[in-house]
């Protein structure tokens, strides 16, 4: 199994300006006064690269060393504080991701990483259960991200689960007339009675039907 590696990015104080702004809107928007502290960090996790080339990576693609502090690994926390990720759904475009293997490609020619990113936020404060989920529905728009888990994936390739054949109906049998409609649901069809009145003639040709 290929090796997976992670690394926290965090922009050095005074260089958090983000972070900053995202806490004084929390502060002042939602109202939520007891979120004392807000750190924003890029997380990602990194498939491909030797030990060598990581460590390459780390300072060349992923961090600015003079504005940027790292955490390999793990994300240490102060007492008081919970940390949340925010990530992309499946099959939705992540920039982020995308110009980071690219940079790793320019960087290292010949090496084909697979790169995955999420946001984390980390909350200081004693804030109450309904303040933690107020924050997390302002910050994840469910249209497009969802809230990522905190522990490191086994890998990082989206696996598609193959789809089931679809069953045929050998032809549409004569059926009935008032059971044509009962007849069409059970097949997930949504037939009203107009359209079993069409369909009822087609029934002596044997045409076959697929079941959606």
């Known amino acids: 199994m290929a090796v997976i590696r992670r690394v926290f990015v965090e922009k050095k104080s005074g260089f958090d300006g983000e972070a900053r ?21 890029n997380r990602y996790d990194v498939c491909g690269l030797s030990a060598r ?16 502090e790292t955490h390999e690994e793990s994300l240490p ?11 992309y759904l499946p099959g939705q475009y992540d920039q982020r991701a995308d110009s980071a293997v690219q940079c790793l490609q320019l960087l290292l020619p010949g ?36 809230e990522a888990p905190m522990a490191k994936p086994l890998r990082l390739a989206l696996g598609a689960a193959r789809p089931r054949p679809c069953p045929r109906c050998a032809a549409l049998s004569p059926v009935r007339t008032r059971n044509w409609t009962v007849w069409a649901a059970s097949w997930g069809w949504p037939w009203t009675p107009p359209t079993c009145a069409t369909a009822r003639p087609i029934s002596a040709t044997g045409n076959s039907a697929t079941r959606p």
Do not use: H, M, T
């Open 21 to 41: 702004a995202l806490l004084a809107d929390l502060r002042d928007n939602l109202g939520i006064r007891a979120l004392d502290g807000l750190r924003l960090l």
């Open 53 to 68: 080339e990581w460590l390459r990576a780390q300072q060349a693609v992923f961090a600015e060393p003079p504005v940027d």
């Open 77 to 87: 926390l102060s007492a008081g504080e919970i940390a949340f990720g925010v990530e």
């Open 111 to 146: 090496c084909r990483p697979e790169v995955a990113a999420a946001r984390v936020l980390v909350l200081r404060g004693e804030l109450a259960a309904s303040d933690l989920q107020r924050i997390k529905r302002y910050c994840i728009n469910p249209v497009d991200s969802r």
